[in-house]
């Protein structure tokens, strides 16, 4: 029977195969040499995962790589199936000669990492209609409240989501981006923002999120999956 798992069981059930657990959802890249053999990565994926395909996995296949996504879109969140199929896509590219990994450390570009965009509001119900609207986006299963975050559809764009303010805040600075990475790369990016410049404005929720902020004070966070349970 399938059943959803917490963050720690699905950071943990995969991580030995090359996947990370990145804002509920499974990720990993496995670096190709041409787009025909991205696309037929994919395939052998999609192959391995059957009729389940459709329902858990997102490819996104490019000449140099094809990153893989997997969440249940019934649960918006990692299940055991999830896990089951993550570790059949790593098999099936073992088996071409390649290899799942979160490419932390690796001389990759950058690791596996996902991107949202934050809303400060003081009426978010006031302002969520419009961003839906604008964007073109639509709520996560099961969550289309008047203060759930948005989704992009088609899954190309990054989440929205709002942030209650308690007072108003007259300054430009009312979106700020979180940027999802695994947890074994945060003190890496974490380091090296601070390197280019940037100034850490809070750590009291770390390792859940970070907060920084650049030389004129416009804000991200860096998070992971840590520290968020209990």
């Known amino acids: 029977m399938e059943q959803v798992l917490s963050r720690q069981e699905a950071s943990e059930a995969v991580e030995g195969a090359g996947w990370r657990f990145v804002l509920g959802a499974l990720l990993t890249s ?127 764009g990054p989440a929205v989501w709002f942030q209650q303010m308690d007072q108003a805040r007259p300054q430009r600075n009312r979106i700020h981006f979180d940027i999802s990475v695994p947890h074994d790369e945060a003190p890496r990016r974490l380091e090296a923002a601070l390197a280019a410049g940037g100034r850490l404005v809070s750590a009291t929720r770390a390792p859940a999120f970070w907060v920084l902020a650049d030389q004129e004070g416009n804000e991200a966070c860096i998070t992971t999956w840590q520290g968020r349970d209990g």
């Open 30 to 156: 496995v670096p190709v040499g041409s787009l025909a053999r991205a696309i037929g990565l994919a395939a052998d994926a999609v192959a391995v995962c059957g009729g389940d395909a459709d329902r858990h996995l997102r490819v996104d296949a490019r000449p140099e790589r094809v990153v893989f996504t997997l969440q249940s879109l019934e649960h918006a969140a990692v299940t055991t199936l999830d896990v089951d199929l993550a570790l059949r896509i790593s098999a099936a590219a073992d088996k071409s000669g390649l290899s799942t990994e979160p490419e932390i450390g690796t001389g990759a570009p950058r690791s596996v990492q996902t991107l949202e965009i934050a809303i400060d509001a003081l009426d978010i119900g006031g302002i969520r209609a419009f961003w839906r609207a604008v964007l073109g986006y639509t709520g996560e299963a099961g969550a289309e409240g008047p203060e759930d975050p948005l989704i992009d559809p088609v899954g190309q």
